[in-house]
């Protein structure tokens, strides 16, 4: 099995940034997909990101344009550089690792956003 750790959430006014990191560690060979998803109160947990091996990006449309998804496979960590950020961004944010055919994946505790003036 794979342990992911997040770290980076906070509070931040709008317009502002905040980098989250997640570290993966145990059995990772299986992981081709990582991805941070995102779960405000009363609402389904979505997709915000994803990225591959591969290199190859999914960006949700509510944040093209001001989120980016990296990974450094030597440190087994993925990143989500979140700029110009709005009250609506404000969630528990999830990192998830996929197997390429999504049949094994693991998730995150989560770490807490808030955007708010």
């Known amino acids: 099995q794979a342990q992911l750790v997040e770290s980076g959430g906070g509070l931040v006014q709008p317009g502002g940034s905040l980098r989250l990191s997640c570290v993966a560690s145990?059995?990772?060979?299986?992981?081709?997909?990582m991805g941070w998803y995102r779960q405000a109160p009363g609402k389904q947990r979505e997709l915000v990101a994803r990225?591959?091996?591969?290199?190859?990006?999914y960006y949700a449309d509510s944040v093209k344009g001001r989120f980016t998804i990296s990974r450094d496979s030597a440190k087994r960590t993925v990143y989500l550089q979140m700029n110009n950020m709005k009250p609506e961004d404000t969630a528990v944010y999830y990192c998830?690792?996929?197997?390429?055919?999504?049949?094994?994946?693991?998730w995150g505790q989560g770490t807490q956003v808030t955007v708010s003036s």
């Open positions: 990225i591959s091996s591969g290199g190859s990006t």
């Open positions: 998830k690792a996929d197997s390429a055919d999504f049949r094994q994946g693991y």
């Open positions: 145990g059995s990772i060979f299986s992981i081709y997909f």
